[in-house]
C-alpha cells in the first residue's frame, strides 16, 4: 500500500488545517490508520488513530478536543483535521498504516509500521 499524505501549509495560531492520506489499494478499508508527527528536535509522536471502519478513534491528549480522524474507505482516504491550531502544532505529518495494528496499538507503537506516507509539514505562526 502506497499512502499519500497532503493538506499541510502554515498558518496562524487558532487557524485549522485538513490533512489527507491517500492509500493505493482498496484493501485499505482493512486498515488502522494513524497520525504521527515529528516536530523539529524531538521525536516523532502519535496525533491520532482510527479503526478499520471508523467506529474507533484515538488521540494524544495535546490534540484531543481540536483534531477530528474520519475515514471514507470508498475513497480510500483518512481526514485530520486539524483546528484551534497551536505553535506547538508545528511539524511534519505522517500517516501510517499496517494490517496488523490496531488503531489502539498504534497509540503505543509506530516503529514497526509497514506503511508510511511521505510527510507533509505544518507550520503553525504566533
Known amino acids: 500500500v502506497q499512502l499519500q499524505a497532503s493538506g499541510g501549509g502554515s498558518v496562524q495560531a487558532g487557524g485549522f488545517l485538513r490533512l489527507s492520506c491517500a492509500a493505493s489499494?482498496?484493501?485499505?478499508?482493512?486498515?488502522?490508520v494513524g497520525w504521527f508527527r515529528r516536530a523539529p528536535g524531538k521525536e516523532r509522536e502519535f496525533v491520532a488513530a482510527?479503526?478499520?471502519?471508523?467506529?474507533?478513534?484515538y488521540y494524544a491528549d495535546s490534540v484531543k478536543g481540536r483534531f477530528t480522524l474520519s475515514r471514507d474507505n470508498a475513497a480510500n482516504t483518512v481526514t485530520l483535521q486539524m483546528n484551534t491550531l497551536k505553535p506547538e502544532d508545528t511539524a511534519v505529518y505522517y500517516c501510517?498504516?499496517?494490517?496488523?495494528?490496531?488503531?489502539?496499538?498504534?497509540?503505543?507503537?509506530?516503529?514497526?509500521?509497514?506503511?508510511w506516507g511521505l510527510g507533509t509539514l505544518v507550520t503553525v505562526s504566533s
Open positions: 489499494r482498496r484493501t485499505f478499508s482493512n486498515y488502522a
Open positions: 501510517a498504516s499496517d494490517p496488523w495494528f490496531s488503531a489502539l496499538g498504534m497509540t503505543v507503537e509506530s516503529s514497526t509500521l509497514d506503511y
Open positions: 482510527i479503526s478499520t471502519n471508523g467506529g474507533s478513534t
